[in-house]
């Protein structure tokens, strides 16, 4: 007998899981709070102790899924990197963050970034974090580049070949921007 990947969880851990999963496969407006129940196996009352809402559980899934790497990022380190190593740093966290989506979640990319841009239309608090972040890296970038509006254009191009990547159901070349390939 195979054993379901959310019976190890906490009823708290399946509740998020299975709404990050359905959210993914259908959309927020596309979920109800009884596919969620279903999906974790827990009551209406358990999803409810847990989450007093389903803005809240939303919240709760952006922060797991999403917000939670950015936070982990130590920006501190970051900033004391070499230009070219910033650069290597950010190939190979995105590179490592877009193998994760597949193998771990067991969804495409698609549909991660669909949630990821919808939420930044739904969501001030998820907005203005992830606007945050982008920030502090452009500034850590910009103090070590060599030329104005390098560190830009750097992240222009990283997050374009993860957009065309995605696209093209590839996976990302960042041969032409990593300093390593020098």
Same mark, same amino acid.
């Given at each position: 007998?195979?054993?379901?990947?959310?019976?190890?969880?906490?009823?708290?851990?399946?509740?998020?899981?299975?709404?990050?999963?359905?959210?993914?496969?259908?959309?927020?407006?596309?979920?109800?709070?009884?596919?969620?129940v279903?999906?974790?196996?827990?009551?209406?009352?358990?999803?409810?102790?847990?989450?007093?809402?389903?803005?809240?559980?939303?919240?709760a899934?952006?922060?797991?899924?999403?917000l939670?790497?950015?936070?982990?990022?130590?920006?501190?380190? &970051?900033?004391? =990197?070499?230009?070219?190593?910033?650069?290597? +740093?950010? $190939?190979?966290?995105?590179? #490592?963050? !877009?193998?994760?989506?597949?193998?771990?979640?067991?969804?495409?990319?698609?549909?991660?970034?669909?949630?990821? &841009?919808?939420? =930044?239309?739904?969501?001030?608090?998820?907005? +203005?974090? $992830?606007?945050?972040?982008? #920030?502090? !890296?452009?500034?850590?970038?910009?103090?070590?580049?060599?030329?104005?509006?390098?560190?830009?254009?750097?992240?222009?191009?990283?997050?374009?070949?993860?957009?065309?990547?995605?696209?093209?159901?590839?996976?990302?070349?960042?041969?032409?921007?990593?300093?390593?390939?020098?």
């Amino acid at each position: 007998m195979k054993i379901n990947a959310l019976d190890k969880l906490s009823a708290k851990q399946r509740i998020l899981f299975a709404t990050f999963q359905l959210f993914l496969q259908h959309g927020v407006d596309g979920t109800s709070i009884d596919d969620i129940v279903t999906i974790a196996a827990v009551s209406r009352g358990g999803l409810y102790h847990h989450f007093g809402s389903k803005d809240v559980l939303y919240d709760a899934v952006l922060e797991q899924y999403f917000l939670r790497g950015f936070a982990e990022f130590d920006q501190a380190i &970051f900033s004391d =990197l070499s230009f070219e190593a910033q650069q290597a +740093t950010l $190939i190979d966290m995105l590179g #490592a963050m !877009l193998s994760d989506v597949a193998h771990q979640y067991g969804v495409d990319k698609t549909r991660y970034f669909a949630l990821f &841009f919808d939420s =930044l239309g739904r969501s001030s608090k998820f907005k +203005t974090s $992830i606007q945050k972040y982008y #920030a502090q !890296l452009i500034n850590a970038m910009d103090e070590k580049a060599i030329n104005e509006g390098e560190a830009l254009a750097f992240l222009r191009q990283l997050e374009g070949e993860i957009y065309l990547a995605t696209i093209f159901e590839r996976t990302p070349d960042f041969t032409t921007l990593d300093p390593r390939e020098d």
